[in-house]
């Protein structure tokens, strides 16, 4: 079966950078495209980034562009959140995610994938 982990979370002060993998298994990696997610406590899932199954197009929620930057490994299965000047409200669990092989704006919302990792916790302090 399909199988997201993450790692990579952890506390950091607000400034740092943190970044956050997210090894797959059980599926054709190299055709889904693949996309973060967070939630904070008593706050709706939030879509961060999205990259397309080839690595060559990503996409980014308003609140995290230009300071979250989202890449991908094919040849390791792996996809990657780097995370800079981190700020507390960036505290929440992040989730990996898998949707299909067609790209477009329906990845910025959750129905559009079908596999997801248990989560990290990332917590930013001032």
């Known amino acids: 079966q399909v199988q997201l982990v993450e790692s990579g979370g952890g506390l950091v002060q607000a400034g740092d950078s943190l970044r956050l993998s997210c090894a797959a298994s059980?599926?054709?990696?190299?055709?889904?495209?693949m996309g973060w997610f967070r939630q904070a406590p008593g706050k709706e899932r939030e879509f961060v980034a999205a990259v397309k199954w080839s690595a060559d197009m990503t996409d980014y929620g308003q609140s995290v562009k230009g300071r979250f930057t989202i890449s991908r490994d094919n040849a390791n299965d792996t996809v990657f959140l780097q995370m800079t000047s981190l700020k507390p409200e960036d505290t929440a669990v992040y989730y990996c995610a898998a949707a299909g092989s067609t790209w477009g704006s329906v990845l910025v919302y959750d129905y559009a994938y079908t596999d997801w990792g248990q989560g990290t916790q990332v917590t930013v302090s001032r």
């Open positions: 059980g599926l054709t990696f190299n055709l889904r495209n």
